[in-house]
């Protein structure tokens, strides 16, 4: 069993839509991490959370550290949101271990 | 300067040969760490360096080495090469060492070993 494991592992839907994409980790961390890559292989850093919830323009980002498990909403998608989407959770010693990612097409 | 720089973007090696691989670090940051992704997969960690020091290592062999400058800009190292190393390696970098903030990606070195 994986120390990260992300679902869906893909993921089609309209534009409009409300998208959740769930994260569940095994092991203990400092903070964790919801990435998003590009076709090419750039990512951008969308969150860090350690606790609670964060919001930025459609995107909302939620975490219960007892349960270990995060999610990622995305409201009112856009094709343009079409992306690998890569939790990511940060251990006490500074190391990333990724989940295997979620890939999201939205469609017009 | 901001952002994050791999280079090359791409890269042919034959089996065997040894390849070196450099990120520059963004402005302000004094981590570096590199991964390595295979097509269809999660990025692996391979190792960190904090002010020049290695400070963490993942399950790769000793054949990836590295180093960071004193700008804090890094290269990845893979001797020996073999067909399955060949992936896209991505660096990031970070402020704080162990207690890090938020990560810059590079976009990324593809790597084909033939």
């Known amino acids: 069993k994986n120390e990260v494991e992300q679902s869906p592992q893909n993921l089609t839907a309209q534009e409009g839509e409300f998208i959740t994409i769930n994260c569940s980790y095994s092991v203990g961390i400092s903070a964790l991490h919801w990435l998003q890559q590009h076709p090419g292989g750039g990512i951008v850093s969308l969150f860090m959370l350690s606790s609670g919830k964060k919001k930025h323009g459609r995107l909302i980002a939620t975490i219960n550290i007892q349960e270990k498990h995060s999610s990622l909403h995305i409201t009112a998608s856009h094709p343009r949101d079409s992306a690998v989407y890569i939790c990511a959770v940060r251990s006490r010693r500074g190391q990333l271990t990724f989940g295997s990612g979620t890939q999201l097409t939205v469609l017009p | 300067e901001t952002g994050v720089t791999q280079s090359p973007t791409h890269l042919i090696k034959t089996r065997g040969q040894q390849v070196t691989l450099r990120c520059s670090s963004q402005s302000g940051h004094n981590t570096v760490s590199w991964y390595q992704q295979a097509l269809g997969q999660g990025p692996q960690f391979i190792f960190q360096y904090y002010r020049e020091e290695e400070n963490g290592r993942g399950n790769f062999p000793p054949r990836f080495s590295g180093l960071q400058f004193p700008n804090y800009s890094s290269e990845l190292n893979v001797n020996a090469l073999e067909l399955d190393d060949s992936a896209l390696y991505l660096c990031?970098?970070?402020?704080?060492?162990?207690?890090?903030?938020?990560?810059?990606f590079g976009s990324g070195t593809r790597l084909t070993v033939v």
């Open positions: 990031a970098s970070s402020s704080g060492g162990r207690e890090v903030g938020g990560y810059t």
